[in-house]
Each structure stands twice: as structure tokens, then as C-alpha cells.
């Protein structure tokens, strides 16, 4: 019982901040292109986060890249700019789509 209780525990913890980027992610309607795990207009965010895997910088391209928009890396179809997305909304929902496996 014991076990199951921390366990539950545990999962309510960590599940928690993904749960909130989630909501963050509806909030600023990026579920309006990007799903978790498919492409719909953009990019699926568990291949971005495979992409960048690795990449030092990714968190300032990423948040650069919402911020003011781009082309080309996905294919022809632009990311409109969201620079009305605070910095800190910004900043973790990037680490939360680079955090996807």
C-alpha cells in the first residue's frame, strides 16, 4: 500500500509540469498545428525534440523561432510569430517539447 501510495505520489509530481505545459501549449493554441505525436500543419513535437536532440543551443533557436516566426526547416509552410507569448510561457514550452521522447 505503501509502495502504491508513493508511487502515486511520485507520478502526480512528475506528471504535473507535463500537464501544465500541455495546458500551456492550448492556452497559446500551438495544438492548432503541432500535436504531441504527429505532424498536423507543423511538426509533431516529439520529432522536433528528436532533431535537436543534442543541440546545445536548440532551447534558444526553438524560443526564437516562436517568437518571430520562420520557414523552411519543416518544409514550405511558415510558423507565424507569437511574440505576444511571455518568455517564461515561452521558455517552458520549449523545454517541455525538447523533453518529449
Excluded: F, R
Excluded at 523545454?95 to 518529449?100: C, M, N, T
Amino acid at each position: 500500500m505503501k509502495k502504491t501510495l508513493l508511487a502515486a505520489l511520485i507520478m502526480g509530481v512528475v506528471a504535473a509540469p507535463a500537464m501544465a505545459n500541455m495546458q500551456l501549449a492550448q492556452k497559446y493554441a500551438c495544438t492548432a498545428c503541432h500535436a504531441v505525436d504527429k505532424k498536423l500543419v507543423g511538426p509533431a513535437y516529439k520529432d522536433v525534440a528528436k532533431k535537436y536532440a543534442g543541440d546545445k543551443g536548440a532551447e534558444a533557436k526553438l524560443i526564437a523561432k516562436v517568437k518571430n516566426g520562420g520557414s523552411g526547416v519543416w518544409g514550405p509552410v511558415p510558423m507565424t510569430p507569437h511574440p505576444s507569448i511571455p518568455d517564461a510561457d515561452l521558455k517552458a514550452l520549449v523545454k517541455w517539447v525538447l523533453s518529449q521522447k
